[in-house]
């Protein structure tokens, strides 16, 4: 069974950028689908976004639209979240999600 595992959180400055990755180990498919959520201390926990590992089937959540991207590489079962103009209100500890298995999760902090 995959086990998903979260990298690249960090602090960053309002209006910074920031990339995440989900490592996948062990098995996946073209059926496997990847999916990012946050949650932020005292909120729900919020979608973001999902991919699989076919180049461009992603979908990213509304509100996060023209600053939050998704993308995969394939050969090391990766799938990366791209977030630009970070805003303080994105600070949350990001996870993602393959067949109902939790990564840890990475924390991102962004600072005014």
């Known amino acids: 069974q995959v086990q998903p595992v979260e990298s690249g959180g960090g602090t960053v400055q309002a209006g910074g950028s920031l990339r995440l990755s989900c490592a996948a180990s ?3 498919s073209a059926n496997t689908i990847v999916t990012w ?6 909120k729900e926990r ?10 461009g089937d992603a979908y990213i959540e509304d509100s996060l639209k023209g600053r ?5 590489d394939n050969t090391k ?3 990366y979240l791209s977030m ?19 990564g840890q999760g990475t924390q991102v902090t962004v600072s005014s």
């Open 68 to 72: 939050f991207t998704l993308s995969v």
């Open 46 to 55: 919020e979608f973001v976004g999902s991919a699989s590992y076919t180049p």
């Open 37 to 42: 959520f946050r949650q932020a201390p005292g």
């Open 77 to 79: 079962n990766l799938v």
């Open 84 to 102: 630009n103009s970070l805003e303080p209100e994105d600070t949350a500890v990001y996870y993602c999600m393959i067949d109902g298995k939790w």
């Open 26 to 28: 062990g098995r996946t």
